[in-house]
């Protein structure tokens, strides 16, 4: 009995489905490619003034919430990041790092920017080029995604999913991937996960228009919404950096998870399904 | 096998990332890229005209939201031998020429200019790298002064020419060379009510660093736009023949001539 059903399982022709519709696989691509050139050159804009404040204004005579700078001490110049009033020595990464080279005063190093050489003017111009497409390419998926209930099946957690929130964790923590059926649909945290990201992208297009000094003549309330000009720069680069971590965690998935099986699925939409390990 | 593709898929992603951010920089100085980059800045000045069609205020602040200190940018003084004789004698023989295109040109005196109608506004100054300080502005409207000199019909333009050659910013990226500072705006922005020809700051006559004795405020743009030290107001239909022709210091060093984001 045990050995038939061992052979029956070995032999189950693997099941493939049609996971990801063609919508959802296009706007995805495209997401990752606007938002690694955004935050490509949003950090070579960020190194025009790298420091945070809270507020409507804040310049160098104010006090900033986080700063990154180079500082000359006894011991040679040095990349101090500031939090409040902490400090951190980041020499080499943060405040003062190489250049082709040559050490250099400079917010975020060379290889984490677009371009790679410090130019507010084509940062900003790659910035507003990809802002446009995020902004187009989120607003197809929404459109798409609630037309088609995309949102609403697939996203929106149910009450059983919500239940299976604390099982669900204590299963990733041990590296466990859902199989057979449970792995046909988003688990708890893939929805929560997902449904965090689209509400970062919301803040960063909005914290992003607040920076505006034209759309703000023409809503003076939204940049009022996020606490002013200098908070919704703050805000801008505080949900980009959750954003950075989302895809730290999401690429973990994606290889953990088996990357050749899920990044097919991303390009082509066929996934096949993990089946139960015995 | 499977760690091994689980390796590579990591590899693969990492390096994939070091060749696009590479290719990105010739990408960046590429003509077909600077083109889609004015296409896209054309985009944005169409969107923001849209919205910006009811010609509303920028928001005006209470004179306890004005910074302490405000960080003067750019040049913080012309340094020129005849600047700093209009210095010593108190900006008296300083005179603002309207000309162009209009029916009748004229040389204003700091005198004459505050005679005239004015507004005091206290308005967020937000610079291009990204920071914002908060200041009060008195001065002419400058659609005041252009209502007085006849604009033309055909012209679009208001340009200022400034007493100060920016000595260059390589710090600010790119190689910038020095250049006598200038900047434009359309007309629609130079009829704002907001957009004086500013003679006061803070209640007190405007200090060197912060462009004496007469500087450009056009809120709702970025703080390059409020072009300092004025000397001439030039009102034309074309940018073209004027310095690098991009209708502006930062504009011919690639920044945005539309500078509302």
Same mark, same amino acid.
């Given at each position: 009995?045990?050995?038939?059903?061992?052979?029956?399982?070995?032999?189950?022709?693997?099941?493939?489905?049609?996971?990801?519709?063609?919508?959802?696989?296009?706007?995805?691509?495209?997401?990752?490619?606007?938002?690694?050139?955004?935050?490509?050159?949003?950090?070579?804009?960020?190194? &025009?003034?790298?420091?945070?404040?809270?507020?409507?204004?804040?310049?160098?005579?104010?006090?900033?919430?986080?700063?990154? /700078? &180079?500082?000359?001490?006894?011991?040679?110049?040095?990349?101090?990041?500031?939090?409040?009033?902490?400090?951190?020595?980041?020499?080499? @990464? #943060?405040?003062?790092?190489?250049?082709?080279?040559?050490?250099?005063?400079?917010?975020?190093?060379?290889?984490?920017?677009?371009?790679?050489?410090?130019? +507010?003017?084509?940062?900003?111009?790659?910035?507003?080029?990809?802002?446009?497409?995020?902004?187009?390419?989120?607003?197809?998926?929404?459109?798409?995604?609630?037309?088609?209930?995309?949102?609403?099946?697939?996203?929106?957690?149910?009450?059983?999913?919500?239940?299976?929130?604390?099982?669900?964790?204590?299963?990733?923590?041990?590296? =466990?991937?859902?199989?057979?059926?449970?792995?046909?649909?988003?688990?708890?945290?893939?929805?929560?996960?997902?449904?965090?990201?689209?509400?970062?992208?919301? #803040?960063?297009?909005?914290?992003?228009?607040?920076?505006?000094?034209?759309?703000?003549?023409?809503?003076?309330?939204?940049?009022?919404?996020?606490?002013?000009?200098?908070?919704?720069?703050?805000?801008?680069?505080?949900?980009?950096?959750?954003?950075?971590?989302?895809?730290?965690?999401?690429?973990?998935?994606?290889? !953990?998870?088996?990357?050749?099986?899920?990044?097919?699925?991303?390009?082509?939409?066929?996934?096949? @399904?993990?089946?139960?390990?015995? | 096998?499977?760690?091994?593709?689980?390796?590579?898929?990591?590899?693969?992603?990492?390096?994939?990332?070091?060749?696009?951010?590479?290719?990105?920089? $010739?990408?960046?100085?590429?003509?077909?890229? /600077?083109?889609?980059?004015?296409?896209?800045?054309?985009?944005?000045?169409?969107?923001?005209?849209? +919205?910006?069609?009811?010609?509303?205020?920028?928001?005006?602040?209470?004179?306890?939201?004005?910074?302490?200190?405000?960080?003067?940018?750019?040049?913080?003084?012309?340094?020129?031998?005849?600047?700093?004789?209009?210095?010593?004698?108190?900006?008296?023989?300083? $005179?603002?020429?309207?000309?162009?295109?209009?029916?009748?040109?004229?040389?204003?005196?700091?005198?004459?200019?505050?005679? !005239?109608?004015?507004?005091?506004?206290?308005?967020?100054?937000?610079?291009?790298?990204?920071?914002?300080?908060?200041?009060?502005?008195?001065?002419?409207?400058?659609?005041?002064?252009? /209502?007085?000199?006849?604009?033309?019909?055909?012209?679009?333009?208001? @340009?200022?020419?400034?007493?100060?050659? #920016?000595?260059?910013?390589?710090?600010?990226?790119?190689?910038?060379?020095?250049?006598?500072?200038?900047?434009?705006?359309?007309?629609?922005?130079?009829?704002?009510? =907001?957009?004086?020809?500013?003679?006061?700051?803070?209640?007190?006559?405007?200090?060197?660093?912060?462009?004496?004795?007469?500087?450009?405020?056009?809120?709702?743009?970025?703080?390059?736009?409020?072009?300092?030290?004025?000397? $001439?107001?030039?009102?034309?239909?074309? #940018?073209?023949?004027?310095?690098?022709?991009?209708?502006?210091?930062?504009?011919?060093?690639?920044?945005?001539?539309?500078?509302?984001?």
């Amino acid at each position: 009995m045990n050995v038939n059903a061992d052979t029956a399982q070995r032999q189950a022709p693997r099941e493939v489905i049609y996971r990801h519709r063609l919508a959802v696989r296009l706007t995805h691509w495209i997401n990752a490619l606007a938002l690694f050139f955004l935050l490509g050159s949003g950090l070579n804009i960020f190194n &025009a003034h790298p420091q945070l404040y809270w507020g409507a204004k804040g310049d160098e005579y104010d006090k900033p919430l986080l700063a990154i /700078q &180079a500082v000359d001490t006894d011991g040679g110049t040095k990349g101090v990041t500031s939090i409040g009033s902490w400090h951190f020595n980041t020499t080499g @990464v #943060l405040g003062w790092s190489k250049v082709e080279g040559v050490d250099t005063a400079r917010g975020w190093p060379s290889w984490l920017t677009i371009p790679s050489f410090h130019d +507010l003017a084509d940062a900003r111009h790659w910035h507003f080029l990809f802002a446009w497409i995020l902004a187009f390419n989120s607003a197809a998926y929404l459109a798409w995604g609630l037309t088609k209930r995309h949102l609403q099946r697939d996203i929106w957690p149910t009450r059983a999913d919500l239940r299976s929130f604390i099982p669900s964790v204590v299963a990733h923590l041990k590296l =466990q991937h859902p199989t057979g059926d449970a792995a046909k649909r988003y688990n708890i945290l893939q929805r929560l996960a997902y449904l965090g990201v689209l509400a970062l992208i919301g #803040l960063m297009i909005v914290s992003g228009l607040s920076m505006s000094p034209g759309l703000d003549a023409f809503a003076p309330w939204l940049p009022d919404l996020l606490g002013g000009r200098q908070s919704a720069r703050t805000l801008h680069f505080f949900s980009a950096s959750l954003i950075v971590l989302f895809v730290f965690v999401h690429v973990g998935e994606v290889i !953990l998870a088996g990357p050749l099986n899920e990044l097919r699925s991303m390009l082509t939409g066929w996934f096949t @399904v993990p089946q139960e390990h015995k | 096998m499977k760690a091994l593709s689980r390796r590579a898929a990591l590899m693969g992603t990492i390096s994939s990332t070091g060749l696009l951010l590479s290719g990105c920089d $010739r990408l960046t100085q590429s003509q077909n890229m /600077q083109r889609i980059f004015r296409g896209v800045e054309a985009w944005t000045r169409m969107n923001q005209r849209l +919205l910006l069609a009811g010609g509303p205020l920028a928001r005006e602040f209470k004179p306890s939201d004005i910074s302490k200190e405000f960080k003067a940018n750019g040049t913080l003084n012309p340094g020129s031998d005849d600047y700093l004789r209009h210095v010593e004698e108190g900006f008296v023989r300083w $005179r603002l020429t309207i000309d162009g295109m209009v029916a009748n040109p004229m040389a204003l005196s700091l005198a004459e200019l505050r005679k !005239l109608p004015a507004r005091t506004q206290i308005t967020r100054h937000d610079c291009v790298e990204g920071w914002s300080a908060i200041g009060q502005w008195t001065g002419v409207p400058l659609g005041l002064v252009l /209502q007085a000199a006849g604009v033309s019909p055909r012209a679009k333009y208001a @340009v200022f020419h400034c007493a100060d050659n #920016l000595e260059g910013e390589p710090d600010k990226g790119g190689s910038q060379s020095p250049g006598q500072y200038y900047e434009s705006i359309a007309l629609i922005d130079a009829f704002h009510p =907001q957009t004086l020809i500013a003679y006061a700051m803070n209640g007190k006559a405007l200090s060197v660093p912060h462009g004496a004795p007469l500087r450009i405020r056009v809120e709702r743009q970025l703080g390059y736009k409020s072009a300092k030290y004025v000397q $001439r107001i030039e009102v034309t239909d074309s #940018l073209a023949g004027i310095s690098g022709g991009r209708g502006g210091y930062w504009e011919d060093r690639g920044y945005e001539w539309y500078a509302g984001i």
